[in-house]
C-alpha cells in the first residue's frame, strides 16, 4: 500500500496558494450569482416574461430552458431562497474540488434540464433549485467516496446546513418543482461517481511518533505471551531435569577438632 509523503508545515508558497484556491472560489460562486441577479433584474426592469426562459417539458422550444431556466424565477422571494445555498455550495465545490467543478457543474446544469425536460410535469419550470440541490449530493457523495479530511468535513458540513434538501426531492408542494430537484440530486450523485478521483487527494499529516523506528517495539514486555508459550503447571516434563546436591561441611562443636 502506498503511504502518501508526509505534510510539510506551511510555508509562504502553500498559503498563497490556498489563498489562490479561495479566491478562486469565491470569484467563481460570485460570477454565477451574478448573472443570475442580472438575469431577473433585466427581465423585471423591462417587464419580460421569464416563463419563456423555463423548461417546457416535451416541447421542442422548451429545451432552450436547459440554458436559460437557472436563471428564472417566478418571484424575488424564490430568487432570494436560491442565492444563498447556491454561492455557499459552489463556492465548497470550487474550492474542494477544483479540477472536478470544471465538469461537475456544467454536467449538474445541463442534465438537471434535460432530466426535467424528459419526465417532469406538464408546466414551466424554472429556478435554480436544480442546481443547487445537485451540488449538495455531489459534495455530500464526494465525502464518502474519497474520505480524506477535506471532503468528509465538507460533507458533513453541508448535510447539517441542507440536509433537508434529500426530502424536497419528493413531491411535497403543488407549485414547487420536485421534478427539477431530483433531477438535480440525481445528476450530482453521477457527477461524484465519475469525478471522484480527478482532483489529488491531499498529502497525508505527519506525526512526531511516526519518527521513531517502525521495528522497535517498545512496549513488548506489556503483551501478553501467546497461548503456546505459556508453561502448563499440572503437566511434566518427559525427561525431568536431575537437581545437583551440593555438599555442606559438617558443623565442628566446640572442644572438638
Given at each position: 500500500?502506498?503511504?502518501?509523503?508526509?505534510?510539510p508545515?506551511?510555508?509562504?508558497?502553500?498559503?498563497?496558494?490556498?489563498?489562490?484556491?479561495?479566491?478562486?472560489?469565491?470569484?467563481?460562486?460570485?460570477?454565477?450569482?451574478?448573472?443570475?441577479?442580472?438575469?431577473?433584474?433585466?427581465?423585471?426592469l423591462?417587464?419580460?416574461?421569464?416563463?419563456?426562459?423555463?423548461?417546457?417539458?416535451?416541447?421542442?422550444?422548451?429545451?432552450?430552458?436547459?440554458?436559460?431556466?437557472?436563471?428564472?424565477?417566478?418571484?424575488?422571494?424564490?430568487?432570494?431562497?436560491?442565492?444563498?445555498?447556491?454561492?455557499?455550495?459552489?463556492?465548497?465545490?470550487?474550492?474542494?474540488?477544483?479540477?472536478?467543478?470544471?465538469?461537475?457543474?456544467?454536467?449538474?446544469?445541463?442534465?438537471?434540464?434535460?432530466?426535467?425536460?424528459?419526465?417532469?410535469?406538464?408546466?414551466?419550470?424554472?429556478?435554480?433549485?436544480?442546481?443547487?440541490?445537485g451540488?449538495?449530493?455531489?459534495?455530500?457523495?464526494?465525502?464518502?467516496?474519497?474520505?480524506?479530511?477535506?471532503?468528509?468535513?465538507?460533507?458533513?458540513?453541508?448535510?447539517?446546513?441542507?440536509?433537508?434538501?434529500?426530502?424536497?426531492?419528493?413531491?411535497?408542494?403543488?407549485?414547487?418543482?420536485?421534478?427539477?430537484?431530483?433531477?438535480?440530486?440525481?445528476?450530482?450523485?453521477?457527477?461524484?461517481?465519475?469525478?471522484?478521483?480527478?482532483?489529488?487527494?491531499?498529502?497525508?499529516?505527519?506525526?512526531?511518533?511516526?519518527?521513531?523506528?517502525?521495528?522497535?517495539?517498545?512496549?513488548a514486555?506489556?503483551?501478553?505471551?501467546?497461548?503456546?508459550?505459556?508453561?502448563?503447571?499440572?503437566?511434566?516434563?518427559?525427561?525431568?531435569?536431575?537437581?545437583?546436591?551440593?555438599?555442606f561441611?559438617?558443623?565442628?562443636?566446640?572442644?572438638?577438632?
Amino acid at each position: 500500500m502506498d503511504i502518501a509523503r508526509p505534510l510539510p508545515d506551511p510555508t509562504a508558497t502553500s498559503v498563497a496558494h490556498d489563498r489562490d484556491r479561495v479566491r478562486y472560489a469565491a470569484l467563481g460562486a460570485g460570477a454565477l450569482l451574478a448573472g443570475i441577479w442580472i438575469a431577473w433584474l433585466g427581465a423585471w426592469l423591462l417587464g419580460w416574461p421569464l416563463d419563456d426562459l423555463g423548461v417546457r417539458p416535451r416541447v421542442p422550444a422548451g429545451l432552450v430552458g436547459v440554458l436559460t431556466a437557472p436563471f428564472a424565477h417566478a418571484s424575488f422571494d424564490h430568487l432570494m431562497s436560491n442565492t444563498l445555498p447556491l454561492g455557499l455550495l459552489a463556492t465548497l465545490t470550487l474550492y474542494c474540488y477544483p479540477r472536478a467543478a470544471r465538469i461537475a457543474l456544467p454536467l449538474i446544469w445541463l442534465a438537471s434540464g434535460v432530466g426535467v425536460w424528459l419526465f417532469a410535469r406538464d408546466s414551466v419550470h424554472v429556478g435554480a433549485s436544480g442546481v443547487t440541490h445537485g451540488l449538495m449530493f455531489f459534495l455530500f457523495l464526494m465525502g464518502l467516496l474519497r474520505r480524506d479530511r477535506l471532503a468528509i468535513v465538507t460533507a458533513l458540513v453541508v448535510f447539517f446546513l441542507y440536509g433537508g434538501m434529500l426530502l424536497t426531492v419528493l413531491p411535497t408542494e403543488q407549485h414547487v418543482s420536485f421534478e427539477y430537484h431530483l433531477a438535480g440530486g440525481l445528476a450530482g450523485l453521477v457527477a461524484a461517481v465519475l469525478l471522484r478521483r480527478r482532483d489529488p487527494l491531499p498529502p497525508r499529516k505527519h506525526y512526531d511518533w511516526e519518527d521513531e523506528d517502525a521495528a522497535a517495539e517498545p512496549d513488548a514486555e506489556l503483551e501478553l505471551p501467546r497461548p503456546h508459550e505459556v508453561p502448563v503447571l499440572w503437566q511434566r516434563s518427559e525427561t525431568p531435569e536431575r537437581g545437583q546436591v551440593i555438599p555442606f561441611r559438617p558443623r565442628v562443636r566446640a572442644g572438638e577438632e
